[in-house]
């Protein structure tokens, strides 16, 4: 995995960033503080008052995706 997008989340930060995935659906509640760390990272970023991912997130979702399959395998 490349480190640029190697990132040890929370699984409340993980299960945030697959919510926030689909541009057409509404995200549901989420913890603003956990939503305030992604936004430090520059996973996040706000549309007016909507957290929005950002592509850096997206390839960080992805590319973190499989690593989690590997993590509930163990």
């Known amino acids: 995995m490349n480190d640029e997008f190697d990132y040890e989340l929370t699984p ?3 299960e945030a960033l697959k919510n926030l995935r689909s541009a057409t ?6 913890n603003r503080f956990t939503v305030e760390s992604l ?21 960080v979702l992805v590319r973190g995706s499989s690593q989690l399959l590997l993590d509930i395998a163990a």
Do not use: C, E, Y
């Not at 659906?25 to 989420?30: A, D, I, L, T, V």
């Not at 706000?46 to 929005?52: E, F, I, L, S, T």
């Open 25 to 30: 659906s509404r995200p549901s509640r989420m």
């Open 12 to 14: 409340d930060q993980w």
């Open 39 to 59: 936004i430090g990272l520059g996973l996040v970023a706000m549309n007016g008052d909507v957290p929005a991912i950002t592509s850096k997130g997206r390839k």
